[in-house]
């Protein structure tokens, strides 16, 4: 029963819509209305200013980690990870992407998912996000930046576990990975829509 508990926990802590809050607050209007139609950080910035976007990156990515953090001190016996760990970490995420506080329209799930996997194997985060910033600095597109970092999470999980120090449960690891980063992609949808077309958005 605790581990069902803790999947709900962790879904409902996802779909906590910090972005939609700090947009409310500040200015009354509903961040979904405009820009990517999302609650992320970057949506947020462009409605109430980069401060509130780095709040709602920060509280988002935060609220991912305590997700798992729960799951591994309730669901295993070493603070290890297992397939109940790996459930609450995709739940996490998929709680951001479609929060019942919101009519299940939120985010693209980008930071969550960071703050799930930093928790997690903080190098293999460090890794894609140098992936991230490379292509945000040459290109600015965030949309891009976060789609390719998202794909190379899984290689980099893999590469490291092989090259530099073996993940102890390496099975669970790789499917909340795997599952997460194919949701967050999806989410990304239009975006890669507008890529392809030359209509997205850069970010100043």
């Not at 460090?126 to 991230?132: E, H, L, N, Q, T």
Request: glycine fraction near 10%; aromatic fraction near 10%.
């Amino acid at each position: 029963m605790r581990p069902v508990l803790v999947l709900i926990v962790s879904y409902l802590l996802g779909s906590i819509p910090f972005g939609y809050l700090i947009v409310r607050a500040q200015t009354g209007a509903d961040v979904r209305e405009a820009g990517s139609g999302g609650t992320g950080a970057t949506n947020v910035s462009r409605r109430a200013g980069k401060a509130a976007g780095i709040i709602t990156l920060l509280l988002d990515a935060t609220k991912g980690t305590l997700a798992v953090v729960i799951a591994r001190f309730i669901t295993t016996q070493d603070f290890g990870v297992n397939w109940w760990v790996s459930a609450a970490s995709v739940l996490a995420v998929f709680g951001h992407c479609f929060p019942i506080w919101l009519g299940f329209r939120g985010g693209k799930g980008v930071a969550t998912g960071v703050g799930v996997f930093l928790s997690l194997y903080p190098l293999a985060v460090a890794c894609a996000g140098v992936i991230f910033i490379l292509a945000v600095a040459t290109t600015r597109y965030v949309s891009l930046g976060s789609t390719l970092a998202t794909a190379a999470f899984p290689l980099f999980l893999w590469l490291l576990n092989v090259y530099v120090q073996p993940v102890a449960q390496l099975a669970p690891m790789m499917t909340a990975a795997a599952a997460s980063g194919a949701l967050i992609i999806l989410m990304h949808y239009a975006n890669i829509a507008r890529l392809l077309s030359g209509t997205e958005r850069k970010f100043r």
